[in-house]
């Protein structure tokens, strides 16, 4: 029978990322997975939007969830505001250091200002990061949460100390901003940190790559992967996605879950 994990995410309805990607990948690494839905993403011609779930709704789903006993993993995406923070952190609670908790710190809040991103970062900080056994943030996400520009590789290690000071294990993905030919990620697993590296991809096909990496990883944790085995992993397996991603548009895409598993 194969092990329970859930994502607590939006809706990606171009099912590229968001919680269609996390509940893919689960089932590609043989797992069965479960979903709270934070909030429904809707795309436009030329922008999205975040439509949250009723927070009683959040509550009700959240119950449900703890009606079962053998829960292996737990996955965090897109948490569209504070009040849902905290009650997430209060469902974390429960499992922490129980089992995996991956936490990627979704902020794709297009209309909002500075001062409403601070707080989305602070909320993620207190409710959230306090349970993670690994974060995953992308180099912009990575810059609000530690309030570090991070301009090269130098900075992204700096970052890294930072947010080590809430969450032992991170990666924070560099991708394709970095100056140079390599993508570079900075993964800190305890006391070991190191840059991982690999040729940037010129495939327009990374919608959801950063939902189907933290998913990835929260796979590997449950199949009793140790944390840098895990990362390495789950990189490989978002690379071969992008490689041979689901086109949309001209210039736009998704990660293909099954790349891997096809491609052989």
Same mark, same amino acid.
């Given at each position: 029978?194969?092990?329970?994990?859930? #994502?607590?995410?939006?809706?990606?309805?171009?099912?590229?990322?968001?919680?269609?990607?996390?509940?893919?990948?689960?089932?590609?690494?043989? &797992?069965?997975?479960?979903?709270?839905?934070?909030?429904? =993403?809707?795309?436009?011609?030329?922008?999205?939007?975040?439509?949250?779930?009723?927070?009683?709704?959040?509550?009700?789903?959240?119950?449900?969830?703890?009606?079962?006993?053998? &829960?292996?993993? /737990?996955?965090? @995406? $897109?948490?569209?505001?504070?009040?849902?923070?905290?009650?997430?952190?209060?469902?974390?609670?429960?499992?922490?250091?129980? /089992?995996? /908790?991956?936490?990627?710190?979704?902020? =794709?809040?297009?209309?909002?200002?500075?001062?409403? $991103?601070?707080?989305?970062?602070?909320?993620?900080?207190?409710?959230? $990061?306090?349970?993670?056994? /690994?974060?995953?943030?992308?180099?912009?996400?990575?810059?609000?949460?530690?309030?570090?520009?991070?301009?090269?590789?130098?900075?992204?290690?700096?970052?890294?100390?930072?947010?080590?000071?809430?969450?032992?294990?991170?990666?924070?993905? @560099?991708?394709?901003?970095?100056?140079?030919?390599?993508?570079?990620?900075?993964?800190? =697993?305890?006391?070991?940190?190191? &840059?991982?590296?690999?040729?940037?991809? #010129?495939?327009?096909?990374?919608?959801?790559?950063?939902? #189907?990496?933290?998913?990835?990883?929260?796979?590997?944790?449950?199949?009793?992967?140790?944390?840098?085995?895990?990362? &390495?992993?789950?990189?490989?397996?978002?690379?071969?996605?992008?490689?041979?991603?689901? #086109?949309?548009?001209?210039?736009?895409?998704?990660?293909?879950?099954?790349?891997?598993?096809?491609?052989?």
């Amino acid at each position: 029978m194969p092990q329970k994990i859930l #994502t607590i995410a939006g809706s990606d309805i171009l099912s590229g990322g968001g919680l269609q990607a996390d509940l893919a990948t689960f089932n590609e690494y043989g &797992l069965f997975g479960l979903s709270v839905i934070t909030s429904i =993403v809707t795309v436009t011609a030329t922008d999205f939007i975040v439509h949250p779930i009723e927070l009683s709704l959040v509550e009700q789903q959240l119950a449900s969830i703890r009606m079962m006993d053998d &829960l292996a993993g /737990i996955k965090v @995406g $897109l948490v569209p505001n504070v009040a849902m923070m905290r009650v997430i952190g209060n469902f974390l609670a429960d499992f922490a250091g129980k /089992i995996p /908790i991956v936490i990627d710190p979704v902020m =794709v809040f297009k209309e909002a200002n500075s001062a409403q $991103l601070t707080a989305i970062a602070d909320g993620i900080a207190t409710y959230l $990061l306090p349970y993670a056994t /690994i974060t995953t943030p992308n180099l912009t996400e990575a810059e609000i949460l530690t309030k570090q520009s991070i301009q090269r590789v130098s900075d992204l290690q700096r970052a890294g100390r930072v947010l080590q000071a809430t969450v032992m294990n991170y990666v924070i993905k @560099g991708g394709q901003r970095l100056p140079g030919e390599q993508a570079v990620d900075l993964v800190g =697993v305890g006391d070991q940190v190191e &840059l991982i590296t690999a040729s940037k991809l #010129t495939a327009p096909f990374n919608n959801g790559a950063g939902c #189907t990496f933290a998913s990835a990883i929260a796979s590997n944790l449950v199949l009793q992967q140790d944390m840098m085995s895990a990362v &390495l992993d789950a990189k490989a397996f978002v690379h071969i996605g992008i490689e041979h991603g689901v #086109t949309l548009s001209a210039d736009f895409g998704n990660v293909w879950q099954a790349a891997r598993r096809f491609s052989h």
